[in-house]
């Protein structure tokens, strides 16, 4: 897809209605995990879950906050924390009311890394067959469909970020983001313990970071300052110090329902933005449904047809 140019192509060529449809299923995806299909588990931790929620959504979108932190030092700075502030607190509203407990441990402990690598990596195990490459060539399919939607909504929040800051012009190369995947990926399938982790986009910390450094220089002279803070503080030396883990295991589902409800809000308004007609607008909302209730593959087919014979294909004018 890099060296054809195709996965540019792919990316930049599909038409609004379709993009939008992606993305908002992104959203809906997102709220329906949390709201729907893991619910069971925001009720194990309702008070704090909300008040974490509240927060977090608060410090990253809303506008009176942030007509507040402007002329205010302190909200400054909670703003400035990103999920961190919300975070904690709902962490400590969750102690005190007994929806989870601590259990810290001291020390460090060394993972089987090499038991890991001796079972997954080809250089121990072997390559694979012609007949595994052929067996799993859906399986490839519906990942690069997955990469595919994590690309659309990356570029669109970045977009979206670049309106607010001319001082910075950000370097959004679509075919380097294809090469990049596919080294990490290769690289990965020799050698990785933490390939469980490693998704294509992180939209949660994605998202915080643009909407940090939307807020102008002062707030992060660059885009990459934010994305360095957060990759700190994935050196997977912290994944042997047993305080830290051991800190946050009883957090982990505060975490993910915090990552999924701000990549629900910002897909959703990068996703609305982007619509110029009604049929898109509508196309759009077509698409999301059947990805979030269906199948992706689904939401794909019926909007590559809305896109056809619906909306039709134009040239954008410049």
């Known amino acids: 897809m890099n060296l054809t140019g195709w996965g540019k192509l792919l990316v930049e060529k599909i038409p609004n209605g379709l993009k939008a449809g992606i993305i908002l299923g992104a959203a809906l995806a997102a709220f329906y995990q949390v709201f729907f299909e893991d619910f069971d588990a925001y009720l194990l931790q309702p008070v704090s879950m909300t008040v974490a929620i509240v927060l977090c959504v608060i410090t990253t979108f809303s506008n009176p906050f942030k007509r507040i932190a402007a002329k205010n030092k302190f909200f400054e700075v909670i703003g400035s924390l990103g999920l961190l502030p919300g975070f904690v607190v709902a962490g400590l509203i969750a102690f005190f009311l007994g929806e989870l407990t601590f259990n810290i441990e001291w020390g460090f402990k060394i993972p089987a890394i090499m038991s890991l690598i001796e079972k997954t990596s080809p250089l121990y195990i072997g390559l694979p067959t012609l007949q595994m490459y052929i067996d799993a060539l859906p399986l490839v399919i519906i990942g690069y469909m997955l990469l595919f939607g994590d690309l659309v909504t990356a570029t669109e929040v970045l977009k979206d970020a670049q309106k607010h800051r001319d001082d910075e012009k950000l370097p959004i190369d679509l075919n380097r983001s294809h090469l990049s995947v596919g080294i ?57 110090t047993l305080p830290f883990v051991t800190l946050m295991q009883p957090l982990m589902v505060m975490a993910l329902t915090l990552t999924l409800i701000l990549t629900g809000f910002a897909c959703a308004y ?45 040239e954008e004018a410049p």
Do not use: C
Request: hydrophobic share 55%; net charge neutral; charged share 10%.
């Open 184 to 240: 990490r990926n290769l690289l990965a399938s020799l050698v990785n313990p933490f390939f469980p982790t490693q998704g294509a986009l992180w939209t949660g910390v994605h998202v915080v970071v643009a909407e940090q450094w939307k807020k102008g220089y002062k707030h992060m002279p660059s885009i990459f300052d934010g994305i360095g803070s957060y990759y700190l503080m994935g050196i997977p030396f912290l994944y042997f």
């Open 270 to 314: 990068v996703a609305m933005a982007i619509p110029k007609k009604n049929s898109e607008m509508a196309t759009a909302l077509l698409i999301a449904f059947f990805i979030t209730f269906y199948s992706a593959w689904v939401g794909l087919l019926i909007g590559l047809l809305l896109a056809v014979f619906v909306d039709g294909f134009e």
